[in-house]
Nanobody
């Protein structure tokens, strides 16, 4: 069974922190690079952080120095520590397979979890 379950979102003031967690099924996590994506209202989904099976990380310029991605290969989990949050970080956050590997298709459509809402506002 394919499964991605994101959690940890919420409402936080600018400058605050949140830690997101993602529990993936083994057939998604596998040996794939994993990433955290986000989608703000009216915008396309974007990849903000990625991590390989060996722990090599990559970040979008907009979050570099503020976000830290990590993974536990034994538990099939991926976390995202978000510090110094800004209003422009407000979005629904999703985890999934990261490039260059491809996202799982089910019925010809990309499989995504429900995501977790992050709102940064005073």
């Amino acid at each position: 069974q394919v499964q991605l379950v994101e959690s940890g979102g919420g409402l936080v003031q600018p400058g605050g922190s949140l830690r997101l967690s993602c529990a993936a099924s083994r057939n998604v996590f596998g040996f794939n690079p994993m990433g955290w994506y986000r989608q703000a209202p009216g915008k396309q989904r974007e990849l903000v952080a990625a991590i390989t099976i060996w722990g090599k990380t990559n970040y979008a310029d907009s979050v570099k120095g503020r976000f830290t991605i990590s993974r536990d290969n034994a538990k099939y989990t991926v976390d995202l520590q978000m510090n110094s949050l800004k209003p422009e970080d407000t979005a629904v956050y999703y985890c999934n397979v990261a490039p260059p590997n491809t996202i799982v298709l089910i019925g010809g459509r990309e499989y995504w979890g429900q995501g977790t809402q992050v709102t940064v506002s005073s």
